[in-house]
């Protein structure tokens, strides 16, 4: 629960509107987000609620920075599409910013509408990282 929490505080609280529109075009911004969102890791470390772990921070920080700054949830969003009939398939260009197809979903029942693909873009994001703070707090 602590590692979720230091997760959101990092992720949501301590990031600006600025840093997340930003960090995945300029390395230095995504640098000083990934290092405020490991910062948060530290303080619950530090006041007791999480096992002290300089590993466990490293690889919380890197890859932090590699998911923000490369953004893989949208590849792996866009890999997801092809569990469906062959139909269904999209083509990259058609999905590149969040994985899924953009459109009205009345007119083309492949597409969805900019914010649920947005969000669903997101949660994979969010679970990417909450999976490698469990396996980095638990295994470092």
């Keep these: 629960m602590e590692a979720l929490i230091a997760h959101l505080l990092g992720d949501y609280f301590f990031q600006s509107d600025w840093m997340a529109i930003n960090k995945t ?3 230095w911004i995504c640098i ?3 290092a405020i969102y490991t910062m948060t890791f530290l303080v619950f470390m530090l006041i007791g609620q999480l096992p002290l772990s300089y590993k466990a921070l490293l690889s919380i920080g890197v890859s ?5 700054r490369v953004y893989p949830a949208r590849y792996i969003c866009f890999i997801k599409n092809f569990m469906a009939p062959r139909s269904w398939w999209p083509v990259w260009k058609e999905c590149w910013m969040t994985g899924y197809k953009i459109g009205d979903h009345s007119q083309d029942p492949t597409s969805k509408p ?3 693909a947005v969000w669903l873009m997101i949660i ?3 679970s990417l990282h909450i999976i490698i703070n469990w396996y980095s707090i638990k295994f470092f």
């Design 25 to 27: 075009k300029r390395t």
């Design 32 to 34: 000083v987000h990934a």
């Design 64 to 68: 932090h920075f590699i998911i923000d």
């Design 114 to 116: 900019a914010f649920l």
């Design 124 to 126: 994979v994001d969010n």
